[in-house]
């Protein structure tokens, strides 16, 4: 199994910056590729930005050019780099690690960022 550990989050104003991180732990060498989520109030929970173990990123229409993934192999983590954030960024967001035996993945515990207007 793997373990994931999110922290960073918070209350920002628009405008600010945020940084995420997820701690990974457990059979970790199993893991091909990490990403956040988030889940607002009422709505589905939707794919923020994702990283695989080659290093290649993909990142939802609404946060590209303000939100970087990246991620430290020595540390196990992975980070959630966010800025400009706006309102409508508000939402719980989930750390997600894939493995080949288990492509839905494991989840974090989730991490709260509210952004005011």
């Known amino acids: 199994q793997v373990q994931l550990v999110e922290s960073g989050g918070g209350l920002v104003q628009a405008g600010g910056s945020l940084m995420l991180s997820c701690a990974a732990s457990g059979i970790i060498f199993s893991i091909n590729a990490m990403g956040w989520y988030r889940q607002a109030p009422g709505k589905q929970r939707e794919l923020v930005a994702s990283i695989t173990k080659g290093g290649s990123t993909n990142y939802a229409d609404s946060v590209k050019g303000r939100f970087t993934i990246s991620g430290d192999n020595a540390k196990n983590t992975v980070y959630l780099q966010m800025n400009s954030l706006k309102p409508e960024d508000t939402a719980v967001y989930y750390c997600?690690?894939?493995?080949?035996?288990?492509?839905?993945?494991?989840w974090g515990q989730g991490t709260q960022v509210t952004v005011s207007s």
């Open positions: 997600n690690a894939k493995t080949f035996t288990r492509p839905i993945g494991y």
